[in-house]
Structures are given as structure tokens and as C-alpha cells.
């Protein structure tokens, strides 16, 4: 399940046993390259939530969680960031990052 945070309250989409979040812009390329991969782990995790913020819309978020780049997944477990990945990440390094902490 992909979401695109608007108006919610991140911090209750957050509170999930495992979620990643996707940081972009639509302007920014290797944001548009990421797409289709996060688009490719929806499908083959329908257990994983899924979040996309874009930062020039949610600048507070952007923010608080210190974004400087994009784009930026971060995986939060249980509202806890586990981990943090910045600029464009092949699935196959994100689904082993997703395994990891599935059962952590």
C-alpha cells in the first residue's frame, strides 16, 4: 500500500509495526527513478506500508526529520527510525533492508 501524505498526521501513519517512507520532490530525477522500485515493493510486500512525502508540500516534516537531500527513505519500526537511505537505492538492496527488519 502506497499513500501520499497530505494533511495526515504523520506521526499517526508512522506508529505501524513497519514502515517505509519516501522523501521527493516531483522535479527531482532520481526521485522519478525511484518511483517505479517503490512502486515494484508495494507489489511484493502488501504487508509493508508505504509513505511518500513530498518535501516541498510537508516542508514541517521535511524538517523534523533533518531531509537535505532527496531522495531520502527512511524505515521507521513501531514509530523508531531503523534506518536511513539517501538518493536512489536498486530493490534489491531495499528488500534486504526491508527483510532485516521484519521480525527485529
Known sequence: MIKEI?????????K???????????????????????????????H?????VNVDEREDIARDYGIMTIPTLILFKNNEIKEKNIGFTPRNVL??????????
Open 16 to 46: 505501524d509495526e513497519l514502515v517505509l517512507v519516501d522523501f521527493y520532490a516531483s522535479w527531482c530525477g532520481p526521485c522519478k527513478m525511484m518511483h517505479p522500485v517503490i512502486a515494484q515493493l508495494a507489489e511484493i510486500n502488501p
Open 95 to 104: 528488500e534486504k533492508w526491508i527483510e532485516n527488519h521484519k521480525d527485529n
Open 48 to 52: 509493508l506500508k508505504i509513505l511518500k
Open 6 to 14: 497530505k494533511n495526515e498526521n504523520f506521526d499517526t501513519e508512522i
